[in-house]
T-cell receptor, first 113, second 119 residues
Framework: GENVEQHPSTLSVQEGDSAVIKCTYS??????FPWYKQELGKGPQLIID?????GEKKDQRIAVTLNKTAKHFSLHITETQPEDSAVYFC????????????FGSGTRLLVRP | NAGVTQTPKFRVLKTGQSMTLLCAQD?????MYWYRQDPGMGLRLIHY???????AKGEVPDGYNVSRLKKQNFLLGLESAAPSQTSVYFC??????????????????FGPGTRLLVL
């Protein structure tokens, strides 16, 4: 089955700097890769996603890149702000009838003011 | 529109007790899911449902049962709770993920979670 590895487990950056979180997946059939942000005491919320037919996607300060050959994808946050502090999860999925997501173990991001 | 709601928010059980966690969504979503979240392990899928009256096993189904009698509700049951089931439980729902429909919101929406402690 699919396995998703996520690095680093914790990341501390200065406000205004960039943050990069990386994930690798094992199943070459995976074709949908969402990223979730989880704030303390809340459920995960989708912040950006990418499909396997696209190499990069941007939404304001966040972007995701996908390398299908190497089977890895990354989340990039530019001009970080204290409110970006949270736990971020990557996930991978095969877009079949079940739509099951396999999650990475999470990255705790701390943005220092 | 409340989205996905979970009941209760927090519960303490003794080993061997049973309980049911309720998930409700008002978005008319076909798919619903139950996950557990443990430190350092991300979210792991327990069971899921692709429609009313249907359920299927996820990654870690042992010790849990589910039912989807109504489209808007997805129940997670623990028949005989064990300390290993201490966790935070999240419910999620989504549209049918068919690419060629061009749905805008093709994602899983999560509830706020239920914290369960089994002593």
């Amino acid at each position: 089955g699919e396995n998703v590895e996520q690095h680093p487990s914790t990341l501390s950056v200065q406000e205004g700097d960039s943050a990069v979180i990386k994930c690798t997946y094992s199943d070459s059939a995976s074709n949908y890769f969402p990223w979730y942000k989880q704030e303390l005491g809340k459920g995960p919320q989708l912040i950006i996603d990418i499909r396997s037919n696209v190499g990069e996607k941007k939404d304001q300060r966040i972007a995701v890149t996908l390398n299908k050959t190497a089977k890895h994808f990354s989340l990039h946050i530019t001009e970080t702000q204290p409110e970006d502090s949270a736990v971020y999860f990557c996930a991978a999925s095969i877009m079949d009838s079940s739509y099951k997501l396999i999650f990475g173990s999470g990255t705790r991001l701390l943005v220092r003011p | 529109n409340a989205g996905v709601t979970q009941t209760p928010k927090f519960r303490v059980l003794k080993t061997g007790q049973s309980m049911t966690l309720l998930c409700a969504q008002d978005m008319n979503h076909e798919y619903m899911y139950w996950y557990r979240q443990d430190p350092g392990m991300g979210l792991r899928l327990i069971h899921y449902s692709v429609g009313e009256g249907t359920t299927a096993k996820g990654e870690v189904p042992d010790g849990y049962n589910v039912s989807r009698l109504k489209k808007q509700n997805f129940l997670l049951g623990l028949e005989s709770a064990a300390p290993s089931q201490t966790s935070v439980y999240f419910c999620a729902s989504s549209y049918s993920m068919v690419w060629d429909r061009g749905l805008e919101k093709e994602t899983q929406y999560f509830g706020p979670g239920t914290r369960l402690l089994v002593l």
